[in-house]
C-alpha cells in the first residue's frame, strides 16, 4: 500500500489549550507575505474529547492570545465566587478559613473541553488545519537527527498485527518544526526526551493520578461558583493527597482526588481512596440525592520547576503538559500549557522567518522571561514538603506562603522517580476498602461505562510488556500484582489456570488513557502506546 505524505511549516501533536494556543499564536503571526500551513493532531474523535471537564480557569494566557474572548462568545460563564479550604481528619473537618486557601479571584469554573473546541474553531477561522481521529505513533527524522515531522499510526491493524479488510496505513505528515502538546507523559514527548537526554542533569519528572467525578446535585445542594479543596483523610499522613469539589452550572459539581505516584504502599488503590473520600460527612451530604454523570482519571505533573526537562530538541519543543508546565500547589496547569504555546509559536515562527534552523533554544529564556516562571518558581516548594508528610508540609506551605512569599532562598529537590518508591509487599499492610454501596460509591467497571471508554477488541494491545514474565516474576511476587489496584479501570487481572498457574490478564478496552501503568510500574515493563485513533474515552459526550 501507498505511504500517505503531507507537508507543512508546523506540526503539533495535541489538540488541549497548549497546542491549540500556539497553533492560533502561529496563524495570528501569518500574514500575506509569510502564509503558513499549520496541522494540529489529535488522537481523540473530536477536539476535546479526551480532555476532562470541570476546570478552574486562570484566564491569563487566553486575554493575552484572545482578548476579545467574551465578544467572541467563549464558552466562559462562571466566576469562582467562593473558595474553601478544609482539613480532613476521618470523622471531623477543620475549615482554614483564609489561611492556605488557593486564591482564585478573577478566576472561571468552566468545562475545558469546551474551551477546546471553541479555541479549535478560532484556530480553523484563522487556517488553521485540525485534524481527529488520529494517534500519532511515530516521530521522523532527517538524515542528520533532526526531527523533520511525525507519523500517525496504521488503523485496522489485527490482534497480530496483520492488515483487515478496513486497513489504512499512516500517514508521513513533515514539517519544518514540530511541537509536542501531547499533556502530560506523552509517548512521543517519552521517546524524544529518552532519545535526547532532556531530563538528564534534571531532577526526575514525578506524578500523580488525578480521578474526577462530574454530578449532577439537587439545586438546594449546589452552591454555583464554590471551589473546596481539601487535604488529609482518606490518605494517611505520608501519602501526599489532594482533593478538589468544583460547583460548576447546571447544578453540576466537578470532585476529585489526586494522589501523589510516590505512594509507597502497594495495597493502596486511589480509586478506592477517591470512593472513601465521598463518605466523609464534610462531602456526602453534598452529593446525596445526586448523580454520577462521568468519570475520568488521568495523570499530572508535580515536579514543578525542579523537574522541568530541556525544553527544545532538533526541529521542535515541548509545551504544556508535555513539558510539565503543571502549577501543582494550584492544581492548574491550562494557563501556563498555554502561554508556552503562545512562546513556541513566537520562536517558531521567527526561525521560519529566518528560513534556517533558528535557535530553539531560545524558547527556554523566553520561559524564564514570562511569568510561567514567576509563578512555577513561587510554589516551587509546596509538593516537596509534601514528603516529610502532612503537618509538616501544611505548615511549611503556610511559612512558605504568608511569609517567604515564595522567595524562600533554597530549593527542595524533588523526590526519586515514581517506579522506585513502592516497598516489598511483606512488609506492607494490606489495606481493606469498604464495598461501594452504589449511590456515593461504585465500583471500576461502572466506572468506566461512564467515561465513555471504546476501543477495538481485535487490534494489537496498545499496553505493551517488554518482558512478559514479569508480571508474575517481579509484580506479584514482590509487590502483591500492584497493577490490579492502582489502574483505575481494571485493566489488569491476575487469572489463575485450572493448574493454579497465575498469569497476567490484560483488559486493554477499558484503558482510560490516564498512563498510570507507565509512570508506576516498579521495573517500568509496561509501556502504554497509543491505540487506534479515535479509540479511548469521550468526555465530550457528556
Ligand atoms: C483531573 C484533572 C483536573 C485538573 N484540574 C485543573 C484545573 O482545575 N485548572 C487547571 O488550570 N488545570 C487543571 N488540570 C491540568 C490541565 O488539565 C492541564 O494542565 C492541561 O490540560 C494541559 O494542557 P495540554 O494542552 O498540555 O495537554 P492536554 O489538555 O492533556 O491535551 C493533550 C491532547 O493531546 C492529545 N494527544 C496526546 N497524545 C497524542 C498522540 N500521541 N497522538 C495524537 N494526539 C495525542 C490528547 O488526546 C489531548 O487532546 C487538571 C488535570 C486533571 C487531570
Ligand atoms: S491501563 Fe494504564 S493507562 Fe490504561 S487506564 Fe489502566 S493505568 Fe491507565
Redesign the pocket.
Known amino acids: 500500500m501507498q505511504q500517505k505524505h503531507k507537508e507543512y511549516d508546523v506540526v503539533i ?8 494556543s500556539a497553533a492560533i499564536k502561529l496563524a495570528q503571526l501569518a500574514s500575506q507575505q509569510h502564509p503558513l500551513k499549520i496541522c494540529v ?4 474523535p473530536e ?6 471537564p ?5 484566564p491569563t494566557a487566553l486575554s493575552e492570545l484572545i482578548p476579545t474572548w467574551q465578544v467572541k462568545k467563549a464558552p466562559i460563564h462562571t466566576a469562582v465566587t467562593r473558595n474553601e479550604f478544609i482539613v480532613l481528619s476521618e470523622k471531623k473537618s477543620i475549615r482554614l478559613s483564609s489561611l492556605l486557601q488557593m486564591k482564585n479571584k478573577g478566576h472561571y469554573l468552566i468545562n ?1 473541553g469546551l474551551l ?1 473546541r471553541w479555541m479549535a474553531e478560532q484556530a480553523e477561522s484563522l487556517g488553521v488545519e485540525i485534524c481527529t481521529g ?4 511515530e516521530v521522523l527524522f532527517d538524515n542528520k537527527g533532526r526531527v523533520s515531522g511525525v507519523k500517525t499510526g496504521e488503523i485496522g491493524l489485527d490482534r497480530e498485527g496483520h492488515p483487515k479488510k478496513n486497513h489504512q496505513a499512516g500517514t508521513e505528515i513533515k514539517a519544518r518544526y514540530t511541537l509536542l ?4 507523559r ?3 514527548t517519552k521517546m524524544i526526551s529518552e532519545k535526547y537526554g532532556l531530563q538528564q542533569n534534571k531532577s526526575p519528572q514525578t506524578y500523580g493520578i ?3 467525578e462530574l454530578w449532577e446535585v439537587p439545586a438546594m445542594q449546589h452552591r454555583m461558583g464554590t471551589v473546596t479543596h481539601t487535604i488529609g483523610w482518606p490518605l494517611e499522613n505520608q501519602t501526599y493527597g489532594k482533593s ?1 469539589v ?1 460547583h460548576l452550572e447546571n447544578n453540576h459539581v466537578a470532585i ?1 482526588l ?1 494522589v501523589g505516584l510516590d505512594y509507597k504502599n502497594p495495597y493502596l488503590d486511589p480509586f478506592q481512596e477517591f470512593q472513601r473520600l465521598k463518605h466523609h460527612p464534610a462531602i456526602q451530604p453534598l452529593l446525596e440525592g445526586g448523580k454520577r454523570i462521568a468519570f ?1 482519571a ?3 505533573t508535580e515536579g514543578g520547576l525542579q523537574a522541568l526537562p530541556k525544553l527544545y530538541f532538533p526541529g521542535g519543543l515541548l ?4 513539558a510539565g ?2 502549577n501543582v500547589a494550584k ?7 498555554m502561554k508556552s ?1 503562545m512562546l513556541a509559536a513566537e520562536v517558531v515562527f521567527d526561525g521560519l522567518l529566518r528560513s534556517r534552523g533558528s535557535e530553539l533554544s531560545y524558547f527556554e529564556r523566553k520561559v524564564k522571561e514570562s511569568w510561567i516562571w514567576d509563578e512555577l518558581k513561587r510554589t516551587r516548594n509546596i509538593r516537596p514538603a509534601f514528603r516529610f508528610g502532612l503537618w509538616p508540609g501544611l505548615l511549611y506551605s503556610a511559612l512558605d506562603a504568608y511569609v517567604f512569599r515564595g522567595l524562600a532562598p533554597w530549593t527542595i529537590p524533588s523526590a526519586k522517580p515514581n517506579h522506585t518508591t513502592l516497598q516489598k509487599a511483606a512488609v506492607s499492610k494490606p489495606i481493606e476498602y469498604p464495598k461501594p454501596d452504589g449511590s456515593i460509591s461504585f465500583d471500576k467497571l461502572s466506572s468506566v461505562q461512564l467515561s465513555n471508554t471504546h476501543h477495538e477488541e481485535n487490534q494489537p494491545n496498545h499496553l505493551k510488556l517488554v518482558n512478559p514474565e514479569i508480571p508474575i516474576l517481579v509484580n506479584l511476587a514482590l509487590y502483591d500484582a500492584p497493577e490490579q489496584r492502582y489502574c483505575p479501570t481494571q485493566v489488569y487481572e491476575i487469572v489463575r489456570n485450572s493448574l493454579d498457574i497465575p498469569q497476567l490478564q490484560i483488559h486493554a478496552k477499558n484503558c482510560v ?1 490516564c498512563k498510570i501503568c507507565d509512570i508506576k510500574d516498579p521495573t517500568q515493563n509496561i509501556q502504554w502506546t ?1 491505540p487506534q ?1 479515535g479509540e ?1 474515552p469521550n468526555y465530550s459526550k457528556i
Open positions: 501533536v495535541g489538540a488541549g489549550p497548549a497546542g491549540l493532531l489529535d488522537k481523540g477536539v476535546g474529547a479526551h480532555i476532562i470541570g476546570t478552574v480557569f486562570d475545558l477546546t488520529l494517534s500519532v505513533t502538546a501531547e499533556g502530560c506523552g509517548s512521543l488525578a480521578l474526577k478538589f468544583y476529585g489526586i475520568s488521568n495523570a499530572v509545551i504544556g503538559g508535555s508546565f503543571l492544581i492548574k496547569g491550562t494557563h501556563t500549557a504555546g488513557h497509543p485513533g479511548g
